[in-house]
């Protein structure tokens, strides 16, 4: 079954205590990116990735890593997690070109609340 | 910079109404793709519809359908004979062509009441 997974699903934290949150697709999909998701907001781009090695800033990446050292797996970590940080999180791929390939597959989410 | 406004925080409608959520958006782009995206309280992020703003004709997926006005830049959905479990957050999406990033509005909160 084509799936982008994301784990954990909930997460509760510590302000300055590292952690990652991973992120698997199983479509060899290009395009990977990570949105949150804050009330009143919508969902924000924090990075994306065209592919191995290529990543790039979204809206929001302040406080925030990532890297692409697989096509398949985009890990998002915060390094020193804040409480501004708490908020939904959201992995997703794509294909890349035409309209179908701008269909983006998103995670089930992750709810982190920094502490 | 492109932006996505929803102005309607929350909706509420009977079942087998019709309803329409609004948005619009700016862009000095012409080139682009507008999506509606469900949110269950699942949290699972589903498509509902998608368009291509050089096509003038409105996509349509069964009961849901969009009314796209370019020059006007909106982007409505219109949920026809409305059922329980439609009952979601929506958001409208704004997408450059040649880009991946999704630009979204900050949602509307729609129920449907038995």
Same mark, same amino acid.
């Given at each position: 079954?084509?799936q982008v997974?994301q784990?954990?699903?909930?997460?509760? @934290?510590? @302000?300055?205590?590292?952690?990652?949150?991973?992120?698997?697709?199983? !479509?060899?999909?290009?395009? !990977?990116s990570?949105?949150?998701?804050?009330?009143?907001?919508?969902l924000?781009?924090?990075? =994306?990735? !065209?592919?191995?090695?290529?990543t /790039?800033?979204? /809206?929001?990446?302040?406080g925030y890593?990532?890297?692409?050292?697989?096509?398949?797996?985009?890990?998002?970590?915060?390094?020193?997690?804040?409480?501004?940080?708490?908020?939904? =999180?959201?992995?997703?791929?794509? #294909?890349?070109?035409?309209?179908?390939?701008?269909?983006?597959?998103?995670?089930?989410?992750?709810? #982190?609340?920094?502490? | 910079?492109?932006t996505?406004? *929803?102005s *309607?925080p929350?909706?509420?409608?009977?079942e087998?109404?019709?309803v329409?959520?609004? &948005?619009?958006? +700016?862009?000095?782009?012409?080139?682009?793709?507008?999506?509606?995206?469900?949110?269950?309280?699942?949290?699972?992020?589903?498509?509902v519809?998608?368009q291509?703003?050089? $096509? *003038?004709?409105?996509?349509?997926?069964?009961?849901?359908?969009?009314?796209?006005?370019?020059a006007? $830049?909106?982007?409505?959905? $219109?949920?026809? +004979?409305?059922?329980?479990? +439609?009952?979601?957050?929506?958001? &409208?999406?704004?997408m450059? *062509?040649g880009?991946? $990033?999704?630009?979204?509005?900050?949602?509307?909160?729609?129920?449907?009441?038995?």
């Open positions: 079954e084509a997974t784990n954990p699903r909930y997460l509760i @934290t510590v @302000t300055g205590k590292k952690l990652t949150v991973t992120c698997s697709q199983n !479509m060899n999909h290009e395009y !990977m990570w949105y949150r998701q804050d009330p009143g907001l919508g924000r781009q924090i990075y =994306y990735s !065209m592919n191995v090695e290529v /790039d800033k979204g /809206d929001v990446p302040e890593k990532v890297s692409r050292k697989e096509k398949r797996n985009f890990p998002l970590i915060l390094e020193s997690p804040s409480p501004n940080q708490t908020s939904l =999180y959201f992995c997703a791929s794509s #294909l890349g070109s035409g309209l179908s390939g701008r269909k983006l597959f998103f995670g089930s989410g992750t709810q #982190l609340s920094v502490l | 910079a492109q996505v406004t *929803q *309607q929350e909706m509420s409608v009977q087998a109404e019709t329409t959520l609004s &948005c619009t958006y +700016d862009t000095s782009e012409n080139n682009y793709y507008l999506f509606w995206y469900k949110q269950p309280p699942s949290r699972q992020m589903i498509l519809i998608r291509e703003a050089y $096509k *003038q004709q409105n996509a349509t997926e069964n009961r849901f359908s969009v009314n796209f006005q370019k006007a $830049k909106s982007f409505s959905l $219109k949920i026809s +004979d409305s059922q329980l479990g +439609d009952t979601a957050m929506y958001f &409208c999406a704004f450059l *062509q880009a991946q $990033k999704l630009v979204f509005g900050q949602g509307t909160r729609l129920t449907i009441n038995p």
